[in-house]
């Protein structure tokens, strides 16, 4: 994966703003709606106390059958067939017991209104060939009598029912007060009936009789009542219930008292509408949308409200049925058209009364609060993105710059190039590039020097052997013995310099050798430097040699013997350079954690030129006389460094040269 694609990825990591700002303007809603939940449990309490004095209003007759409930019209309607003019909302219909079928009954102050929706495949009108055929009945119940009614017109349209049998059959006589008018549907029919109050009573039952085939086949009853059973009440608005309700209710709280059969006996008050944006504002309608947006992405919408299983304008809801049965006020959240809406349910007698209220105002300082964080959050997000993208892939370019620069570094020829962009930066990748740089002048180093290393043997070699092939061409036969001797002791000479050159060149092999089969031990470097600068000092009376040394203990954890042959070649090298009467010091320097052991001289410094002393074969002394100098010397010395575990080096310094050995002290 590469590096742009890893800190993209990265920037996700961000997101965790806006979510906690989510998560924080959650904590914030939940707060505030357990507020409100608990504010409306303690004005439902005080409420239902109110109404608990009304208890006669609210006491619920014997109930033999399904009760329906009398919605209230405005005006009187057409009696056309249709209750398109009635103004009911939808859900006034009750379901008849088929399921398919709808009752619906209203009043005005003088009449009591009825529409049946039949569901009936076949539809039979009362005619010569059917004395009995599709009817709608009625039965009403005062206490003092009972009062049935058939509706059976011959055809369509308006008609006048008859009172019915005990058996329904319609042959009693017109009731002309009642009137009713019957229009056909594309699933069977409906039937729109007016009933003066006078002849309804308390009680009403409703439904009709399907017949299709009268001579064969049984009538089907989908009444509002079972046989046996007595017609259920009828239960409508109360407005003394409704005015001592809406007096008491807070503002924005809508309350609904429902009876022991959860039909609304009493609305007062209304939620509070919420606030809506101008449709002529661009800038309204973009913070509309974004509202929804993190609405829909964050938060979670509640249920709407259950429907009623009786149907009908019955009201349901898990906090009703839970205050019928723990009697204590219960709160519940459903979605409603605008917003979510908190719904409380609180027992009086055997009734229930609901509270609810929007929480427009909830939602709104929420949203305030949440669309302000995530707004800014996610803000702060796409910056980071991009910065972190373009910083990507600045560094990405860096990089591969970097690794195409390295990869052209050698030549075709062999040839290296030590020059690296960014090396003048001071990051992690400024650093990288240095090292390269380094590493490529060490590997050009040591390429150079093999390259010279053939010319070095050859310089070294051709001498000697020249030597002896003209000493070898000047002998004649016939000289004299004398001068044949001459000539032989010149080739003799050239060959054991020859021999000299080889024995050098394989002094590395055997320090290699001498060095890896040196047992290690412990012990204290200060006796061997002693006794070897007094040795050197006798061997080289010309110089001064003397012991710089701290007094500071230390032990070593390698070989004497190896340490004093490391002396002896830094100081035949500081020989080599003093000039007669100039000075050479060993010092001995230590910190507890490694021994410094240094031998500066008198004389030139090393050159300028980025080669390493301690390789093999790598000399910048002038050869004296016909000794051969290979420069192994130094070496020899970087072998015995490394295998006390340290390193050597040389610099340049005020006086001269000086080499150090940095030996790590031996542990415990």
């Not at 239902?48 to 208890?55: H, K, N, P, R």
């Amino acid at each position: 994966m590469r590096l742009r694609t890893q800190l993209s990825l990265l920037a996700i990591v961000a997101l965790a703003l806006p979510w906690a700002g989510a998560q924080y303007a959650r904590e914030l809603e939940s707060a505030l709606r357990a507020g409100q939940e608990q504010a409306l449990k303690s004005a439902a309490g005080a409420l239902a106390g109110v109404l608990t004095s009304e208890a006669d209003r609210l006491a619920t007759a014997g109930n033999g059958g399904d009760s329906l409930f009398v919605h209230r019209l405005e005006r009187a309607p057409v009696l056309d067939g249709f209750a398109s003019d009635w103004d009911l909302p939808d859900d006034a219909p009750q379901p008849l017991p088929d399921g398919a079928s709808r009752l619906t009954v209203a009043s005005t102050a003088s009449h009591l209104y009825l529409f049946v929706q039949a569901v009936d495949a076949t539809v039979l009108h009362r005619g010569p060939d059917v004395p009995q055929g599709d009817r709608v009945v009625v039965r009403t119940d005062d206490g003092d009598e009972t009062r049935r009614w058939v509706f059976a017109p011959e055809a369509p349209g308006a008609f006048t029912p008859r009172r019915a049998s005990a058996n329904w059959r319609a042959d009693g006589q017109a009731e002309p007060r009642i009137l009713a008018h019957w229009q056909p549907r594309p699933d069977g029919y409906q039937v729109e009936i007016r009933i003066p109050h006078a002849l309804v009573g308390d009680r009403l039952g409703a439904g009709f009789i399907d017949v299709d085939d009268p001579g064969a086949a049984p009538e089907r009853r989908v009444l509002t009542w079972s046989p046996g059973r007595t017609t259920g009440r009828l239960v409508g608005p109360d407005d003394v219930l409704a005015e001592r309700l809406a007096r008491n209710l807070p503002p924005g709280v809508r309350g609904t008292l429902l009876d022991a059969e959860d039909w609304p006996v009493a609305r007062g008050g209304a939620l509070a509408a919420p606030a809506q944006p101008s449709f002529d504002d661009t800038a309204s309608l973009g913070v509309a949308f974004r509202d929804r947006l993190y609405t829909w992405w964050l938060g979670s919408t509640p249920p709407p409200r259950p429907d009623n299983p009786r149907g009908g304008v019955r009201l349901a809801g898990e906090e009703i049925s839970a205050a019928r049965r723990d009697g204590v006020a219960v709160a519940a959240r459903y979605h409603g058209d605008d917003a979510t809406v908190v719904s409380v349910a609180a027992p009086v007698g055997d009734a229930v009364l609901v509270l609810e209220q929007g929480s427009a105002e909830i939602v709104t300082l929420t949203n305030r609060t949440l669309t302000r964080i995530l707004t800014l959050a996610l803000g702060v997000t796409g910056v980071l993105g991009l910065v972190l993208f373009g910083y990507a892939s600045w560094l990405s370019w860096r990089v591969g710059r970097l690794s195409r620069a390295a990869a052209a570094a050698l030549g075709p020829r062999g040839q290296i190039d030590t020059r690296l962009p960014g090396t003048r930066r001071g990051d992690e990748l400024g650093d990288l590039a240095r090292s390269f740089q380094r590493l490529l002048g060490a590997v050009a180093g040591y390429t150079g020097y093999l390259r010279t290393l053939g010319g070095k043997l050859s310089h070294e070699l051709r001498t000697p052997l020249a030597v002896v092939r003209s000493s070898l061409e000047s002998i004649d036969p016939g000289a004299p013995p004398a001068e044949q001797a001459a000539y032989l002791e010149r080739a003799r000479g050239g060959a054991e310099r020859l021999r000299d050159i080889l024995a050098r060149l394989s002094e590395a092999t055997q320090a290699e050798e001498m060095v890896r089969s040196s047992p290690r031990s412990r012990y204290d470097p200060r006796p061997v430097l002693t006794a070897c600068v007094e040795a050197y000092a006798d061997l080289h009376p010309d110089h001064r040699l003397r012991l710089d040394d701290d007094d500071t203990p230390v032990a070593l954890e390698g070989a004497g013997e190896l340490l004093a042959q490391a002396l002896d070649k830094l100081v035949d090298n500081a020989v080599a350079f003093t000039p007669a009467g100039g000075q050479i010091v060993v010092r001995l320097r230590s910190d507890g954690r490694e021994a410094r052991i240094e031998v500066e001289n008198d004389g030139s410094r090393l050159p300028d030129e980025g080669i390493d002393l301690f390789d093999s074969l790598v000399s910048v002394r002038a050869t004296r006389g016909d000794a051969p100098h290979l420069g192994l010397g130094l070496y020899v010395v970087r072998l015995v460094a490394e295998f006390h575990g340290g390193r050597a080096q040389a610099r340049n310094t005020a006086r001269g040269v000086a080499v150090e050995l940095r030996l790590p002290a031996a542990r415990g």
